[in-house]
C-alpha cells in the first residue's frame, strides 16, 4: 500500500512563488516515476510534471515549462514541485501521482489527497 501527502498549497498572488511538497510512504518510493497532476474548477484533471527514477529525467506540460521545477529526494521519499511566476490559471488542486510515468493520469496507481493552490491576479 502506497501513501501519498501533499502539503504547501496556499493562496498567493500573481508572479508568486509556492513549493508543494509530496511523502510516499509504504512501497519501494525508489521504483515509482512520481508526477504532479491538477485539476481546475471545471476542468479535467491534467498532466504537470513528472521525474523518473531511473535517471532522474523530467517532463513538463507546455503551459508550466520554464516556471515549474519537479525534483525528488529518494533519501527522504519526497518529491517537489517548485513553482515560480505563477499566474492565476495556475490555480486548481494539485495532486501526487506514483506509477510506471508519462502523461498519462492512467499510468498512476497512486495517488495524494490533492492541495489547494489559488493564484490571485
Known amino acids: 500500500q502506497v501513501q501519498l501527502v501533499e502539503s504547501g498549497g496556499g493562496l498567493v498572488q500573481a508572479g508568486g512563488s509556492l513549493r508543494l511538497s509530496c511523502a510516499a510512504s509504504?512501497?519501494?518510493?525508489?521504483?515509482?516515476?512520481m508526477g504532479w497532476f491538477r485539476q481546475g474548477p471545471g476542468k479535467e484533471r491534467e498532466f504537470v510534471a513528472c521525474?523518473?527514477?531511473?535517471?532522474?529525467?523530467?517532463d513538463y506540460a507546455a503551459s508550466v515549462k520554464g516556471r515549474f521545477t519537479i525534483s525528488r529526494d529518494n533519501a527522504k521519499n519526497t518529491v517537489y514541485l517548485q513553482m515560480n511566476t505563477l499566474k492565476p490559471e495556475d490555480t486548481a488542486v494539485y495532486y501526487c501521482?506514483?506509477?510506471?510515468?508519462?502523461?498519462?493520469?492512467?499510468?498512476?496507481?497512486?495517488w495524494g489527497q490533492g492541495t489547494q493552490v489559488t493564484v490571485s491576479s
Open positions: 501521482a506514483a506509477g510506471s510515468g508519462g502523461r498519462w493520469r492512467g499510468n498512476y496507481a497512486y
Open positions: 509504504g512501497r519501494a518510493f525508489s521504483r515509482d516515476t
Open positions: 521525474i523518473s527514477r531511473s535517471d532522474g529525467s523530467t
